[in-house]
């Protein structure tokens, strides 16, 4: 058995600093927390090289006088607390001891400060385990602490580093994980001179979501204000159609301090259950006050998980403060509704005049959830108002791709009449021009896409596969295609159906080169969060082939100057809006492959069309007749099925004919 021995002070720094420092934004996040500590209403942050260079915060709190300059940076040393039981009373949010030796153990530190009242100021410096003697130095009420050369002597965590717009990615977000529950307090942060957010004080938390994720979010969030039982929950929440691909959009805070905890989470999840999909997240920031000794802060190195006495009234409390919230609100979207819904609508599904029952015709928006018996009926408005939206969409979008004799209206003036079409030119239509669309590079004949070639089992002397398209197709509910086939009837989910075609020729595709992107004239900008500006940047080659062409433009925006031509211009932010989520949140790079897979079935997915979305004739000829060519036809890229058979057997057994 080798001897156990005490470890040499750096070596503890440097274990230290491996939990607390992970990055630049480790280190502004500790700092800030000790100028908040010390009663700052000024911070002041600048950074070079994306944090690699210099860190520097500025702060006009309490500062230091000589004795406790010596000891701030000594190894379990702290103003914070003094016996046990103070850890049961946190209101600091330091309390550790372990920032500003750990910073130290992997830097150039210097700290400059000078105590409030006092008319001198100390200087310290630490390099490494160099502590150099503290000297007398000019320096304005407050603390400076700079940082240089950050793990200058820590290889390992230096490679990890990313670009300087990574990591100002990073540090934006610390920032914001702090500004946000610190309204009164101004801060400034600056990269290389140039300033990328000035936050005046302000009340309340809003104006600040504002700054960091724009004027859009900030307007569109509802308030929540709970105070009962010693808990108060403040904040503002996504309205339930308002929502997000991960959970990245979660700001949950406990007496001003970021946290994540599974109690919290799920009590979110179960408030805006039922009303938005089970894959999707809202977007939160909710700041709950407690007494510190209802919970236990000193269980995770950053703090950033707690353990709560009762985790029950947490969950209820924070349960009811949303329930209640929605149940008061109007979650319905505005949208203008479409006069002619209820006319289309029984058109389409049977021969009476009136609409079918429970189908109220012209059922317009604005109907308020005003109580629990409601909301159900708050739903299904808000459902059929994107229905509406999608139909007015998809008919603004369609377009010919064939030459100029071809019809400019999608919509047939007659109701299906129940005859197979034959017109070809009316089939290069609405869906059929966006089926075919994505690939016309390998041309055989004029005006026919190569895609229209049959690629599976089709009959070479059927180059147009018609004699694979039922006689009879008929859309149901507009989501649902069903048809007759040689030996029973197939059900097809036209938006399951539609996601793979376009998946496959998207795929066959990008396996060619880039996808057909277009151009903006004035390009297009887009709110994001703060340390998703540098995704862009990270990930810039996969988004070149997916045909984007991105550009940082600002703190919490992007410019968009060119988009894949298949995506929808109302589609386009959209699309973007979760493909940063789902990038921001990988911890490692998967392979490109991969990437590449995810992100083009989301865009299938985004660019197909929806369940609800009516289809003509043509357009629903036009997608069964790509079922055939596709491979995989039988399952949408995320595995679920696109058709249902039932053959005559079937149908006999049921009936009881056999
Ligand atoms: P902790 O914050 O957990 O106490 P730190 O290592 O971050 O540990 O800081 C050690 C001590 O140094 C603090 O307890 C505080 O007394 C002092 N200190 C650090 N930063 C500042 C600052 N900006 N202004 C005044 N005092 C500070
Ligand atoms: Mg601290």
């Keep these: 058995m080798p001897r156990i021995q005490l470890l040499p002070d750096l070596l503890v720094n440097k274990i230290a600093a491996g939990e607390v420092i992970e990055r630049p934004a480790s280190v502004v996040k500790e700092l800030i927390e000790n100028s908040l500590d010390a009663g700052a209403t000024r911070v002041e942050i600048h950074v070079e090289d994306g944090g690699r260079k210099l860190i520097r915060v500025v702060d006009d709190g ?36 372990e920032a500003l030796p750990s910073v130290g153990s992997v830097s150039q530190l210097r700290i400059v400060s000078r105590q409030r009242g006092s008319d001198e100021g100390h200087e310290i410096r630490v390099v490494g385990d160099q502590v150099e003697p503290i000297k007398a130095a000019a320096a304005p009420p407050g603390t400076t602490v700079e940082v240089r050369q950050l793990f200058f002597n820590v290889p390992a965590r230096q490679k990890f580093l990313r670009t300087a717009q990574t990591e100002m990615g990073h540090i934006t977000e610390q920032l914001a994980r702090i500004a946000l529950v610190q309204p009164r307090v101004e801060f400034k942060l600056t990269h290389n001179n140039r300033t990328v957010y000035h936050l005046p004080p302000v009340e309340g938390m809003r104006p600040r979501i504002g700054d960091f994720y724009g004027a859009e979010m900030a307007g569109s969030l509802l308030e929540i204000h709970r105070q009962e039982r010693g808990l108060s929950i403040h904040g503002w929440v996504s309205r339930p159609a308002d929502n997000r691909s991960t959970a990245k959009w979660q700001y949950l805070f406990l007496n001003g301090r970021f946290i994540r905890d599974r109690f919290l989470s799920h009590a979110i999840r179960e408030a805006y259950r039922g009303l938005m999909e089970a894959s999707r997240y809202p977007v939160i920031f909710l700041a709950l006050e407690i007494d510190p000794s209802e919970v236990d802060v000193n269980v995770h190195p950053t703090k950033i998980e707690v353990r709560w006495r009762d985790s029950n009234l947490l969950y209820s409390q924070v349960l009811s403060a949303l329930r209640d919230r929605f149940l008061r609100a109007d979650l319905t979207p505005a949208l203008t509704p479409d006069p002619s819904f209820g006319r289309t609508y029984s058109r389409d599904i049977s021969d009476t005049d009136g609409p079918p029952e429970g189908i109220e015709p012209g059922a317009a928006t604005g109907h308020a959830a005003g109580d629990g018996a409601q909301t159900d009926e708050a739903l299904a408005e808000q459902r059929r108002a994107q229905i509406r939206q999608s139909i007015a969409d998809f008919f603004k979008t369609a377009r010919p791709v064939v030459g100029p004799g071809v019809p400019p209206s999608p919509i047939p003036d007659e109701g299906w009449t129940g005859r197979p079409t034959t017109d070809r030119s009316a089939e290069s239509i609405g869906y059929a021009a966006r089926l075919a669309e994505p690939d016309v590079s390998r041309d055989t004949s004029p005006g026919m896409p190569a895609t229209l070639l049959p690629q599976m089992g089709a009959g070479d002397g059927d180059p147009a596969g018609e004699s694979f398209v039922p006689d009879v197709i008929i859309q149901v509910h507009r989501t649902y295609l069903v048809a007759e086939t040689p030996d029973g009837l197939i059900i097809v989910d036209q938006h399951a159906l539609h996601e793979r075609i376009l998946f496959e020729q998207l795929s066959a595709q990008i396996s060619r080169g880039p996808l057909e992107s277009q151009r903006l004239l004035i390009p297009d900008t887009m709110d994001v969060a703060p340390d998703q500006v540098g995704v862009i940047e990270v990930y810039a080659d996969t988004l070149a082939r997916l045909g984007f ?9 992007i410019a968009i100057h060119a988009a894949p031509s298949l995506l929808k211009e109302g589609r386009v932010h959209e699309f973007l809006r979760d493909m940063l989520d789902r990038l921001s949140v990988r911890s490692a790079p ?57 053959t005559i057997r079937d149908l006999e057994r049921q009936f009881k004919r056999a």
Aim: charged share 25%.
């Design 590 to 646: 998967a392979s490109p492959e991969m990437l590449t897979n995810d992100l083009l079935s989301m865009m299938a997915c985004k660019a197909a069309v929806k369940a609800g979305d009516p289809l003509s004739q043509e357009e629903i000829r036009a997608l069964m007749r790509e079922r055939h060519r596709v491979e995989r036809s039988s399952n949408c890229p995320h595995g679920r099925p696109t058709s249902l058979r039932l």
């Design 62 to 97: 309490c500062g230091m006088d000589a004795d406790d300059l010596a000891l701030a940076i000594q190894p379990h040393a702290t103003s914070k607390i003094a016996r046990e039981d103070d850890l049961f009373g946190i209101r600091t949010l330091g309390f550790r001891g």
């Design 549 to 557: 062409e991105l550009t940082p433009y600002g703190p919490g925006t």
